[in-house]
């Protein structure tokens, strides 16, 4: 999980969403006191799901270190694969409609010869 969180293209997704979530938050008051009231039950049943699974992921501890060795693996070769994932979100889109506004510009080449 970590590994993922702090992919660039991850890490900055979930920047964008937070900055537009706490925006929301200030602009909309009843939007506000909605997604307190979600964040304190969400809070409270992560901390009371927290005490009950610990004991059965200290049994299953051999077996979970096992698959997150096996997905930081997969994990590395997709990152190698999809160069995409270390770059931010902006950039995307940037990359994104430059090369849309040049495939664009060459159509219109094309049709105008």
Known sequence: VNQVAN????????????????SMKESHPYVRSVCGAAEKGVKSVTEAAASC???????????????????????????????????????????TKELVSSRVADAKDAVSS
């Open 53 to 95: 699974v610990q004991p059965v992921l200290t049994t299953l501890e051999p077996h979970v270190a096992a698959a997150s060795e096996y997905a930081s693996k997969g994990l590395d070769k997709l990152g190698e694969t999809l160069p995409l994932l270390q770059k931010p979100v902006d950039q995307i889109i940037s990359d």
């Open 7 to 22: 992919l660039t293209l991850v890490s900055s997704a979930c920047d964008m969403v937070s900055t537009a979530y706490a």
